[in-house]
């Protein structure tokens, strides 16, 4: 069975759900070079609802060599992503708040836009003051692929700004949304936001 967007019901999370509901599990580097990606793999053929998504993550590109990132993205992405349950790529992204190299970031983020249009998955994003270049590197590339904005927590100029350029927002749900989110959702269209429940304590 093939899902659309507007088919899931939780865009990001970290945890299984024994209901019905239908979601897409991520997956980091760490786990999917260990047994755990394996049992996940097979556990999502299992589940009618389980989707997953794999990305590096830009917290973890300082954990591992450069190169074994980018032969990971180039071996062992291709063969992960022809997987029917893959549904997206991420979370990936840039971070501007951690000390790794901005250059090195955007060029293992841009590595997987290319596998996001040749494998036709949308893309799941972790933004942090960085929204200017995601929107630059839209611009550039004109993708074809939507990119979901994960833990989207901003201002409505922002959001408009993202969404005009193909973005969706997804918001976390285990938080409470007050002062600039709650006045952003009021004001958006809501088919152009998704719902998250990420990690209660971890949410990143
Ligand atoms: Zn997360």
């Not at 063969?79 to 970031?105: M, N, P, R, Y």
């Not at 408009?160 to 938080?175: A, D, Q, T, V």
């Not at 936001?193 to 304590?201: A, C, S, W, Y």
Request: aromatic share 8%.
């Amino acid at each position: 069975m093939t899902y659309n967007l507007s088919d899931i019901n939780d865009i990001h999370t970290h945890h299984d759900y024994d209901d019905g509901t239908v979601y897409v599990k991520n997956l980091q580097l760490k786990e999917l070079l260990t047994d755990s990606g394996i049992s996940e793999f097979e556990d999502a053929s299992a589940r009618k609802n389980k989707l997953l998504s794999i990305g590096v993550h830009p917290w973890e590109i300082n954990d591992f060599p450069e190169e074994q990132i980018f032969s990971c993205i180039d071996r062992l992405f291709p063969t992960l992503l022809s997987h029917q349950k893959v549904f997206a790529i991420g979370e990936c992204g840039l971070d501007k708040s951690i000390s790794t190299d901005l250059t090195l970031q955007k060029s293992i983020f841009n590595k997987q836009i290319e596998l996001s249009e040749q494998y036709h998955k949308p893309m799941i994003l972790h933004v942090v003051r960085a929204y200017n270049e995601i929107i630059e590197f839209r611009k550039k590339l004109k993708p074809e692929q939507p990119w979901i904005i994960h833990g989207f927590n901003n201002n409505e100029i922002i959001a408009r700004k993202l969404i005009e350029m193909g973005c969706y927002l997804s918001i976390n749900m285990n938080k409470p949304l007050t002062g600039k989110i709650q006045h952003t959702i009021q004001n958006i269209p809501t088919e152009f936001i998704l719902k998250e429940t990420d990690t209660i304590e971890n949410a990143k």
